[in-house]
């Protein structure tokens, strides 16, 4: 428990989920809203969708490898005075999707400040070893085979967008076999000022696209295009686009937003997206020293 509380506020957790909780109580009043099996009925627990929340949240920011051993041996033991309508493990496994609209509106409350200096990648989101994806079943007909430098995978892309911070501005999941440039139009709608990605993302016309929209897309030349002029801090920040890498490592390594244990589709969504949150939650993010040593920050800048 104590490795816990050194990670995260997990008062701060629960007092941000259940205020934002209260304010769409009365949406999830409507069983619409709610995820369902067909000919399931409407589950009741003591439990509050706020609690739920914050204990999954908890988890994976918890360094703990399995759940149920997060669960089992402290969540049951020493919260319960903190959470006094527990339940079993089973049944809070059953619960859990009944909080992923709120976990997926709440993540995006959650989102960094947009500065003008965005980075871009994607990560691959394995559902199982590709020796067994023959076999695979729980996540059939939305899953695809998907290849980069590292090998094939089966599963999800997860495309990130960060500021410089190293905070969270945008999201989507896809397919493994999607290409990378399809998902930049709808997530970088809001966004202004510089987006600098891998050679991955070189596209005349996604160049143009963007630029109309204020927003310049920076990569780096593959060895056969012709050579072109760039800024000095256009390629300074192109060898810190592995910040975004950096925060790839910590979802996987520290936050676990992935591993080949689901057995539903809405709970790795709930456990996608409380790894998002977790991650913001996190005391200190992979960020980059834009300010100089011994001169006064600079007031931010104007696109």
Request: aromatic content about 10%; overall charge positive; proline content about 5%.
């Amino acid at each position: 428990m104590d490795s816990i509380v050194s990670r995260l506020d997990l008062t701060q957790i629960f007092c941000d989920v259940d205020d934002f909780c209260q304010q769409f109580e009365q949406l999830w009043q409507q069983q619409s809203q709610l995820p369902s099996m067909l000919g399931e009925k409407r589950s009741r627990s003591q439990m509050q969708l706020s609690e739920i929340m914050t204990i999954v949240i908890a988890f994976h920011g918890s360094g703990a490898r399995t759940f149920k051993d997060f669960y089992t041996l402290t969540v049951q033991p020493h919260w319960r005075k903190a959470f006094p309508h527990l339940v079993s493990y089973n049944r809070f496994v059953e619960l859990m999707p009944w909080c992923l609209m709120l976990l997926c509106c709440f993540l995006h409350t959650r989102k960094g400040e947009i500065t003008g200096i965005q980075f871009i990648d994607s990560t691959p989101i394995e559902v199982c070893h590709p020796r067994r994806a023959h076999a695979h079943k729980v996540f059939k007909d939305l899953v695809a085979w998907g290849k980069n430098s590292v090998g094939w995978h089966f599963g999800f892309k997860l495309h990130l967008i960060i500021n410089e911070q190293g905070e969270l501005l945008a999201f989507q999941l896809t397919p493994a076999n999607t290409d990378d440039r399809q998902p930049v139009p709808d997530l970088t709608q809001d966004l202004i000022g510089q987006l600098f990605g891998d050679r991955g993302y070189i596209s005349q016309k996604l160049f143009e696209q963007l630029y109309q929209r204020g927003l310049q897309l920076v990569t780096k030349s593959k060895k056969k295009m012709k050579q072109r002029l760039v800024k000095l801090m256009d390629k300074i920040f192109l060898r810190k686009r592995a910040l975004i890498e950096s925060v790839n490592d910590q979802l996987k390594n520290i936050c676990q937003i992935q591993h080949s244990r689901h057995r539903s589709v809405f709970n790795f969504l709930v456990n996608l997206l409380s790894g998002l949150v977790a991650y913001t939650y996190q005391p200190k993010l992979p960020s980059l020293d834009l300010q100089p040593k011994g001169l006064p920050a600079l007031p931010p800048a104007i696109f």
